[in-house]
């Protein structure tokens, strides 16, 4: 049971941070194109669409790490179990105090400049804790394999 739980979080892992610098990168970087008349429209479905590609997948990640703290496979320890829980509340917090804040303010009240130069500044946290979950969680499959 412990392996299917490591092997979809390591799929986890890998998707949301590739996920993550694709909003990073492409995504967030080019709000400025939309135009500030239809700005409001785009955020409010971008809200909607972001519930299977990005909340879920980064939900259960978050759940998948409290479960590797109790159910873990031999070859990961309990203090790579703690630092990958720890890299999800991070980024669980960067969402909630910053990203999901403004872009949830600017569906409502439309393109504003300094709103996206903070989402994209603060996202920054989020998208190095998906990358760093990334890193580890496939070095420990590495290590386990070796």
């Keep these: 049971m412990e392996l299917i739980i490591y092997g979809l979080y390591t799929f986890l892992a890998a998707y949301n941070a590739g996920n993550m610098m694709s909003l990073q ?22 809200n909607k669409a972001a519930l299977i ?3 879920l997948p ?3 990640m978050l759940i998948l790490s409290i479960i590797l703290l109790f159910i873990c496979p031999v070859f990961m320890t309990n203090p790579e179990a703690i630092a990958s829980l720890a890299l999800n509340i991070i980024a669980f917090i960067s969402t909630f105090k ?9 569906a409502t009240t439309g393109y504003d400049d300094k709103k996206i130069k ?3 500044s603060t996202n920054w946290i989020r998208t190095i804790a998906f990358i760093l979950l990334g890193i580890l969680t496939v070095s420990i499959l590495v290590m386990a394999v070796k």
């Design 25 to 46: 990168i492409q995504h967030y970087g080019i709000y400025h194109f939309i135009g500030k008349e239809n700005f409001k429209n785009y955020m409010t479905a971008n």
């Design 53 to 55: 590609p990005a909340i």
């Design 58 to 60: 980064g939900m259960l």
């Design 98 to 106: 910053w990203q999901r804040k403004l872009q949830s303010d600017m």
């Design 118 to 120: 903070l989402l994209l």
